[in-house]
């Protein structure tokens, strides 16, 4: 399929901006209300970081997965999807925060924080029209 192609796809608008807020929601609840100290802070360390980080990602996951059970449930698998690319994009904040040292106190540390979300928001409107357009 060429990109016009793929631009020429007519979509339910309001399917659309249902489904992404769905994710949003998981987003907001698996980052800030269920994950836990262990998890938040385990990521962010040299070693060990990689049972919090899976857990995390495992939580996103089952969000995913009940949304996609929902919406168009051949799609199940974007959960594993969601998994990896959580995982990575968390991963990459994690590594690099520990490698520059920065901390809440630097702009710097917020503009990381901002690229990890935009990053988790555009994940989201992928599965979201992924899970429409099949």
Known sequence: MSFSELLAIELPLGLIILVFILFEI???????????????GGKQQASGWMAP?????????SFTLAIALVI????????????VVHFSIDFAKARIGLAT????????FWSLFGADQACHSLTHLVLALTLIAA
């Open 72 to 83: 168009n449930p051949s799609f199940w698998w974007l959960a594993f999807v969601d998994f």
């Open 53 to 61: 980080l899976a857990m995390h990602c495992t939580i996103h996951a």
């Open 26 to 40: 998981k987003q907001m609840l698996a980052d800030f209300v269920l994950q836990n100290s262990w998890m938040a």
């Open 101 to 108: 040292g920065w901390t809440p106190e630097r702009q710097s």
